[in-house]
């Protein structure tokens, strides 16, 4: 049996516990939500032995073929936009999608939550995209409080909207950031709230850069997990997009949208704050290289194949 949207009717758990709890039956429930782990407690409380959460994620690179990327990119990973006729249909269904969230879903989660204050905050998150989270300044901006802000936040996250990128601590001797980086997870919605519909648009936008950061972001969390996953960044401004932890070893990403990757002082710099075993430069192109003994120019296409 399936049911969708069980968030919205949590008193079902409790008959799902008994009716899993049963020797005599061996019944199966595939149960779908846009909540995350996290929000859904009482599942995790009366379900605990019995579940398994799949967090799934729109279409991937690999799913949709190397050659449509910057369609993925543009229109995002939700089926009915991905799929859509054209960009400015892909654009109309985002808008009925975002609108449907912000009325329907958000309230399911937090019913005291206000749809048009969320929908201001929505748009903030999008111009702020892959920005270290200032709660004080979007307060400001918005006119409330940082604990309005960081509950709206959560409602975010909770819906799986955005993704929260915790910092790297664990460096003494270093004055780093601490706070998380925020990245909308779906770039055809983080485009739609920019007001973008076709590429040769976001190509021109000063979010180009942070969009390709999110989008790729994206797309290698998905292939390697979240688990252990951080950036780095200290005051005194060397970062790193992404740090994984597997196998006991250090890896590192930075995602830049460059036709020619290079090198910076900041990558070599991260690999020897972070004692990384490789560092990866994600690009848009097709060809991989090398940039030097410990750093690897490498197409995005191509994420999903590295192993640790």
Request: charged share 25%; net charge neutral.
């Given at each position: 049996?399936?049911?969708?949207?069980?968030?919205?009717?949590?008193?079902?758990?409790?008959?799902?516990?008994?009716?899993?709890?049963?020797?005599?039956?061996?019944?199966?429930?595939?149960?779908?939500?846009?909540?995350?782990?996290?929000?859904?407690?009482?599942?995790?409380?009366?379900?605990?032995?019995?579940?398994?959460?799949?967090?799934?994620?729109?279409?991937?690179?690999?799913?949709?073929?190397?050659?449509?990327?910057?369609?993925?990119?543009?229109?995002?990973?939700?089926?009915?936009?991905?799929?859509?006729?054209?960009?400015?249909?892909?654009?109309?269904?985002?808008?009925?999608?975002?609108?449907?969230?912000?009325?329907?879903?958000?309230?399911?989660?937090?019913?005291?939550?206000?749809?048009?204050?969320?929908?201001?905050?929505?748009?903030?998150?999008?111009?702020?995209?892959?920005?270290?989270?200032?709660?004080?300044e979007i307060g400001n901006?918005?006119?409330?409080?940082?604990?309005?802000?960081?509950?709206?936040?959560?409602?975010?996250?909770?819906?799986?909207?955005?993704?929260?990128?915790?910092?790297?601590?664990?460096?003494?001797?270093?004055?780093?950031?601490k706070s998380p980086k925020?990245?909308?997870?779906?770039?055809?919605?983080?485009?739609?709230?920019?007001?973008?519909?076709?590429?040769?648009?976001?190509?021109?936008?000063?979010?180009?850069?942070?969009?390709?950061?999110?989008?790729?972001?994206?797309?290698?969390?998905?292939?390697?997990?979240?688990?252990?996953?951080?950036?780095?960044?200290?005051?005194?401004?060397?970062?790193?997009?992404?740090?994984?932890?597997?196998?006991?070893?250090?890896?590192?990403?930075?995602?830049?949208?460059?036709?020619?990757?290079?090198?910076?002082?900041?990558?070599?710099?991260a690999i020897k704050d972070?004692?990384?075993?490789?560092?990866?430069?994600?690009?848009?192109?097709?060809?991989?290289?090398?940039?030097?003994?410990?750093?690897?120019?490498?197409?995005?296409?191509?994420?999903?194949?590295?192993?640790?």
């Amino acid at each position: 049996m399936i049911i969708d949207e069980i968030q919205r009717q949590p008193e079902l758990l409790s008959i799902l516990k008994r009716i899993g709890e049963d020797p005599n039956r061996q019944a199966r429930f595939l149960l779908t939500g846009t909540a995350s782990i996290e929000v859904l407690k009482g599942i995790t409380e009366q379900l605990s032995d019995t579940i398994r959460f799949i967090d799934v994620s729109g279409f991937t690179l690999d799913e949709i073929g190397f050659n449509n990327q910057n369609r993925l990119w543009i229109r995002g990973g939700l089926p009915r936009s991905y799929l859509s006729r054209d960009d400015d249909a892909a654009c109309r269904w985002l808008d009925s999608f975002v609108r449907s969230y912000l009325e329907r879903d958000v309230l399911s989660i937090d019913p005291r939550a206000n749809p048009s204050l969320l929908e201001q905050f929505l748009g903030m998150v999008a111009h702020r995209q892959g920005y270290i989270w200032n709660a004080s300044e979007i307060g400001n901006s918005l006119g409330i409080g940082t604990r309005a802000v960081n509950r709206f936040r959560d409602i975010l996250l909770g819906s799986m909207m955005v993704r929260s990128l915790p910092a790297w601590l664990d460096n003494l001797g270093k004055r780093l950031i601490k706070s998380p980086k925020i990245y909308l997870r779906d770039s055809g919605i983080l485009h739609y709230l920019l007001g973008l519909t076709t590429f040769s648009e976001l190509s021109t936008h000063p979010c180009f850069a942070k969009s390709w950061e999110g989008f790729a972001l994206e797309q290698t969390v998905i292939a390697h997990g979240t688990h252990n996953s951080y950036f780095y960044r200290t005051q005194r401004g060397t970062e790193l997009d992404l740090l994984l932890l597997r196998t006991g070893k250090r890896w590192g990403f930075e995602f830049k949208c460059w036709d020619e990757p290079r090198t910076t002082k900041s990558m070599h710099i991260a690999i020897k704050d972070l004692d990384l075993e490789h560092l990866w430069v994600i690009y848009p192109g097709s060809r991989s290289f090398a940039l030097s003994e410990s750093i690897t120019a490498l197409p995005l296409r191509q994420v999903s194949s590295l192993g640790f």
